[in-house]
């Protein structure tokens, strides 16, 4: 990523905008109340949203687990975010002091980190990474894929080709949630931001994306309301608060997925002691491990201490950094700027080699690729038929009619030219399943069970 600041152009943010507790759609700022800020009104909409409640059969890195002590998407999304407020209030102590934060406390900080970890893998399909892979295969391969691909514009074309989790996530909470309204659940714009880590679309020339064309507007709307510049058609400048949401999420899973691999015994306690103890770095700890009766006790001791160490040497990062931050000029993930960056580095390592690469993964995710094309390739081409039906062309056929019948019932022919927006509905309703409710509905669908 490269968000470097133009050299004939201020571009450095303020915090009293970066705060503004604007809401998506809304034409006026609402107000800070003592007992409960807009920030905090955000994280309870996302708590009981049934997009949130889903998470609980997503998978985090094991694959329709039955084991109960694993995490899933909702553990891990819980965990994040209770992680992210702990980073927001100490960097708000921090921005509070010195800044002019038009009336925002530390809490508020807090709380708006809290809320975007919160919902940041809320637009996760069925499987998580690998689900977004088998879309993206399916829109590259599939016959049925090449006719709609006409229609669209290239940049429509590349939101699924390069389809993102993120940006379904972005979609959910603007659009799909609360879908009665313009601007869905109309969060507040610093929470929007705060959970954008790729300001741009699949077309602004980053890495990955956090919106599609389809919800372009609403991001250009959240990025003025926060005072981010705009650096290109398709680019703007990233929500310093970002940066913490994203340290919250490795934090997490660096440090959690690598715990769970010990409960499954893909990790050897040896391994993870001595990569955990590398992390903390202070005397006495690995003095007090004799004194925990289990290997599991000693295992949550380490990882409570690796947590707290990392949230304490992030904030410090954030605080030191903070004038490239404000200024939209730091590139790098703020947990590469930290001591503990190496005993990570080498977490991370260990963690591809044996768990993300293990064989019962693997297994399932090669299954997912079958599951998800075979879902797409049942039901894109009924929604066809019975656009065209909508639109006054030729009636469905009996079988298109059936399997459309499961789809919720959405105004296809209107446009009926728009096959873009017809496969994201689509894909709004196939990310939407859980892991055992994509996989029962597939067998069901091919005769498999009843």
Known sequence: MNFKAQPLRNLRMEWKKLLAPHRLGCAEAVAFLPQRSPFHQDFDRIVFSGSFRRLQDKTQVFPLSRTDSVRTRLTHSIETSSIGRSLGRLAGSFVCEKFDTGGAQPSDVGAIVAAAALAHDIGNPPLGHPGEEAIRHWFTHSPTAAALRRGMSAAEAADIERYEGNAQGFRVLTRLEMDNRYGGMQLTAPTLAALVKYPASSSGGLKKFNFFQAERDFFAEVAERCGMEQLSAECWQRHPLSFLLEAADDIAYLIVDFEDAHRLGLVPFADLERCFLAVIAEAGVADRLPKIPSPQLRAEFLRAKAIGALID???RAFAERHDALIAGEL????????????????????????????????????????????????????????????????????????????????????????????????LDYLTAMTDDGAFSLYQKLKGISL
């Open 331 to 426: 590139d790098t993930p703020l947990l590469e700027l930290i001591p503990a960056a190496e005993a990570l580095r080498e977490i991370r390592n260990i963690s591809v080699e044996r768990i993300y690469n293990h064989r019962r993964i693997a297994e399932i995710v090669a299954a997912g690729f079958e599951l998800v094309s075979g879902l797409l390739d049942i039901f894109v081409p009924c929604m066809e038929e019975i656009a065209v039906e909508q639109a006054g062309g030729p009636p469905a056929s009996a079988r298109s009619r059936r399997f459309g019948a499961l789809l919720p019932q959405w105004d296809l022919g209107s446009p009926a030219g728009d096959g873009y927006r017809r496969l994201l509905r689509v």
């Open 313 to 315: 040497q992030v904030s």
